[in-house]
């Protein structure tokens, strides 16, 4: 396609035994270095594939202790690790460019990259199999002067943020400084109430307390001030109830403000704009004075899959994240060429299905038709602990699973026919249960992946190409993707949260951050 150069061969191709011994291997092509494509390298037996990354970023960056970074807790070099490094364990190969297009007919990646004229050059990169795992890029929301806002996404984010914190810190001390203009640079404002927000509004209070006060003693403490601007009605709602209390608990004693039901209009380079819903519904328009504001309100589809989703139709419906099947094949693409994990994907997991089979059961059990099954609101109890305990990030509160009975039961009866029930199900399978925006599971997806490509590539030691039902060499070999939510952290100013689902929650002090730290050095690479 358009006449671009193929990179058939790759210049280190030949360097030593290991390199010349992939040469001739299936092509394996990873577009990203970031969680996904990282843990996929670390379970991916050497030798088997002839292994690509091309990735604008030639660092895996470790991003749970990224908050810690801005304020210095943490040296940016201990939370990268070079792919090159990651990469020679399977003889791999890297191209630090960005991935354009996928051309999936003539199984080819476009690559962009700015050359040493500072020319654009692109060209393709050809593979047998291909793992997007690009992540995720932070949401707008179409809010106004972004430009005067910070982000907090990548090890260059953190720098500037640290920068400009001890700027602020610097110039509200020089004698020139009004008191107004020292109180604006000494405000301090976070936008969106989930982890990242809550854990780097929790570091920069401590900094700004502990730390700072020690050798900006002019700064008085009452001078400085956080405020962390929430849309919804409490912070870390994702979270289990308890633990979002907690958090909001802490925040109040620290003076940390928190602006729930607020929704930012514009950034300033002075102030921020926003509204707030009061309790009778009216909305208010609000303004704060801030000489630093923090943009975390979560996470959209990066140009790449934009652009991916669009080529491929109809087939993939879902605004958010690329739509694979079970065995994270990308829905819509020839079977077994094309994978996406990570942020940028997201399976489909036809809860509904599941759902349907398990009132098949009750139904059965009863000695009755499943068509003619009348819920109560008792059976219904039951299936919704079955949803909760299945996808236990997205349906938390069983509270929302109650309460969609009681929405569904159009006619009040106290009980769901088959058609109120699949109304019911179609929701939840929309809304409900996709799955989470984690390292974590990431993670996961990348050793699932690994696993399997590690038995593809042996397969003709065990199956005949024959025995294969429907030509789905996936699923012959492996089976499909389960997610296991293993719980969530989040650091809060000298203690921790921990929601670990099923209904266990524990918040604490000094023994919760260590634990806290040590889960995620147990689990850093190097
Ligand atoms: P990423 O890790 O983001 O990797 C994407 C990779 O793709 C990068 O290497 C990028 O350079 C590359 N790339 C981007 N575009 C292209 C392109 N066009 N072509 C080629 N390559 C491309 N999760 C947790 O589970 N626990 C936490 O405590 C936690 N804390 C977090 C704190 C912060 C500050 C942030 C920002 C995130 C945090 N997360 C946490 C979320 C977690 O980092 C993400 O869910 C995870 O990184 C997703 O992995 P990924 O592989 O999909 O994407
Ligand atoms: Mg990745
Ligand atoms: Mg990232
Ligand atoms: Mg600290
Ligand atoms: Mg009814």
């Not at 605004?319 to 489909?348: M, W």
């Not at 989040?490 to 604490?508: K, Q, T």
Request: net charge neutral; proline share 3%; with cysteine.
């Amino acid at each position: 396609p358009n006449n671009l150069p193929i990179a058939e061969v790759f210049i280190d191709d030949e360097d030593c035994e290991a390199k010349k011994r992939t040469k001739d291997k299936p092509k394996l092509v990873i577009l990203g270095g970031g969680w996904g494509g990282v843990a996929l390298l670390k379970s991916l037996n050497p030798d088997d594939y002839h292994v690509t990354v091309i990735s604008p970023a030639n660092y895996f960056l470790f991003t749970p202790m990224l908050p810690s970074a801005t304020v210095g807790t943490l040296e940016f070099r201990s939370l990268v690790e070079p792919i090159r490094r990651i990469l020679s364990r399977v003889h791999g190969h890297f191209i630090r460019a960005k991935a354009e297009n996928v051309h999936f007919s003539e199984k080819l990646v476009e690559v962009s990259q700015i050359d040493s004229q500072g020319k654009e050059v692109r060209f393709h990169v050809p593979y047998d199999k291909l793992v997007i795992a690009v992540g995720s890029v932070t949401n707008p929301h179409g809010v106004k002067g972004l430009e005067n806002a910070f982000f907090l996404k990548d090890i260059n984010d953190a720098r500037k943020i640290r920068n400009q914190v001890i700027r602020n810190l610097e110039v509200a001390c020089l004698p020139t400084t009004s008191d107004e203009e020292r109180k604006r640079l000494l405000s301090f404002v976070v936008s969106g109430g989930g982890p990242t927000g809550v854990e780097f509004a929790a570091e920069l209070f401590d900094l700004l307390n502990e730390d700072l006060t020690r050798h900006f003693p002019r700064l008085l403490r009452n001078e400085i001030s956080v405020h962390l601007i929430q849309s919804r009605s409490h912070i870390l709602n994702t979270y289990d109830e308890t633990v979002s209390k907690y958090a909001e608990d802490r925040f109040a004693r620290d003076q940390v403000e928190v602006l729930t039901n607020s929704r930012v209009k514009e950034v300033c380079s002075d102030k921020i704009v926003f509204t707030q819903q009061q309790e009778d519904g009216s909305l208010v328009t609000k303004e704060l004075p801030a000489g630093f504001v923090l943009w975390s309100t979560g996470v959209s589809q990066t140009a790449l899959c934009q652009k991916l989703a669009q080529k491929l139709g109809n087939i993939q419906t879902n605004r958010h994240a690329l739509e694979t099947d079970t065995h994270l094949r990308l829905n819509g693409t020839p079977l077994g060429d094309v994978y996406a994990i990570g942020d940028c994907s997201t399976v489909q997991n036809n809860v509904a299905d599941h759902i349907i089979t398990f009132l098949r059961t009750l139904a059965w059990k009863r000695g009755k038709d499943p068509e003619t099954l009348q819920l109560h609101f008792k059976d219904w109890r039951e299936v919704a602990l079955d949803v909760k305990k299945r996808f236990p990030q997205s349906v938390n509160h069983l509270k929302r699973l109650d309460k969609l009975f009681a929405e569904f039961d159009k006619d009040q009866s106290g009980t769901l026919d088959f058609g109120e029930l699949r109304e019911l199900l179609s929701q939840i399978d929309n809304k409900l249960t996709s799955l989470p925006a984690t390292a974590q599971r990431a993670h996961q997806q990348g050793c699932y992946l690994a696993q399997k490509f590690n038995k593809l590539a042996h397969l003709s030691e065990g199956l005949s190409i024959n025995d294969i039902r429907d030509g789905d060499l996936d699923a012959a070999v492996y089976k499909a993707f389960e997610y296991h939510h293993l719980g969530s952290l989040a650091y809060i100013g000298n203690s921790a949260v921990f929601d670990l689902g099923e209904g266990w929650s524990a918040a604490g002090g000094l023994w919760a951050v260590y634990a806290w730290r040590s889960v995620y050095f147990a689990q850093s690479i190097s």
